[in-house]
């Protein structure tokens, strides 16, 4: 075990000698996997990530984020493509990448950008969240309940997760799968109105309307003015 740890450290070590640094990241997220408390490759990808970020003006990616948000996805693609170099290691950078590519329907390089993000910094669920959002956003829902998914694993009882994975489950006409999912949403954050009324959505979908009709009670008990 210990030789298969150092040759793949060693092969890292080599692709970032001849300024590889993506693929480095994935030998180093690969050992993560198989051994997720060695301390060479955690540091290692930390260290890509710091560079990454420090390449960036100050500010830079908050108003990239905010150009995503708004629509105008082509022209954030336009100013993360020219620091895109420089910033190799950024997990934010390529996360934000990935969304604005999301948006636009490139879904091949959306993918590539943020399965980078996530080797990056594979422990951090607001990664696998915005992806699965952003695939939302862009009506492939297939792809978003993939994020989802990845971002369930790390936080089983994330109300977010939670009720994001049962809306892409719905919106593939996965209905009971949903209710499922949403139902134990519920359980976690029972005063949650946002959970209550997605229930309600997926029990309605799932044919239980006299269910249904209770959760949407229960979401406007909990706040009546809730409508999404």
Partial sequence: MRLDIETMLRK????????????????????L??????????????????IGN???PQGY?????????????????SQVQVLEPMAF???DLHALLGQAYLTLGQNTQADFHLKVAIQLQP????????????????????????????????????????????MALAAQMK?????????????????????????ANALRDAGEHGQSILSYKRAIELNPHYYN
């Fill in 12 to 31: 890292a070590a080599t692709r970032l000698a001849h300024k590889q640094p993506l693929e480095a990241a994935s030998i180093y997220a690969e050992i």
């Fill in 33 to 50: 996997k198989k051994f997720p408390h060695n301390i060479r490759a955690k540091s290692s990808l930390a260290d890509l990530n710091k």
């Fill in 54 to 56: 420090e390449a960036l």
């Fill in 61 to 77: 990616l908050q108003s990239i984020h905010a150009l995503v948000r708004s629509g105008r996805a082509t022209e954030a693609l």
């Fill in 89 to 91: 290691g950024s997990a």
């Fill in 123 to 166: 422990g951090q669920v607001r990664h696998q969240l915005s992806a699965g959002n952003a695939a939302f956003l862009a009506s492939n829902f297939a792809m978003a309940e993939y994020y989802f998914e990845m971002a369930l694993a790390l936080a089983p009882e994330n109300e977010d997760v939670l009720n994001n994975l049962g």
């Fill in 175 to 199: 209905f009971d799968v949903a209710e499922t999912i949403v139902a134990k949403a519920a359980v976690y954050y029972p005063d949650s109105a946002k959970i209550a009324y997605n229930r």
